[in-house]
């Protein structure tokens, strides 16, 4: 078997809050149904503009499977911009107040009491969304988000199809690593020891998702971040 998980037992097993690295946590079912389909609702309004989403180009001529949208600041690889000046040269829609609230509530239930040691975590202030969906066969690589210059935690939200979430460790894109099931309304949050690890989605499980998100098929996922940066 690949990665470390186990497979469990009885169903729901499995399915608890856990440190999958130090920094590095899983809480299953952490939004709400209603907060599930708000957020479909605001990334299908995302997805259409000012900069639709798309298929990022990579430098060596790639295109990745994933499509993208982005919100306060552009991601391109590797650099985050004001404009997507990839896409259409126009600049990206901010990043609301509501969302980085939610990104703060997040890292804080993430961490509990531990959240003055987490570096970063206690004032949480993510400045960007990168609003990721995945159809049947789309797949991300293993990477370093490591284009911010802050070390505050990465909150990473998933919607729609549950997938195989790859999470290693900081050295290499191989082994040591951890596969975790990520399904629809499951908070991943990484930070501390764990910011800069390597992770990825090796496979999503198509037909898993719950019509009622709104997402008639697929996988959403918004990771917030603070990019450090200033204009
Ligand atoms: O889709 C995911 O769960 C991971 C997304 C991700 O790693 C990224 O946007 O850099």
Redesign the pocket.
Known sequence: MEGGTTPPLFPGEGRRRSEIAPGAVHVPDWLSAEGQRELVTACRAWATGPVPMRHTRLPRGGVMS?RTVCLGWHWKPYAYTRTADDVNGRPVAPLPDWLADLGRRAVADAYGERLPEVPGAGAYAPDTA?V?F?DAQAR?GM?Q?REERSAAPVV?L?IGDT?V?RFGNTETRGRPYTDVE?ASGDL?VFGGPSRFAF???PRVRPGTGDPATGLAGG?L?L?LRVTGLTD
Do not use: A, P
Request: with cysteine; proline share 0%.
């Open positions: 994933v990168l990721n995945y991300m990477h988000d990473s998933s997938c979430f990520l991943f992770h990825g989605v996988r996922n990771t």
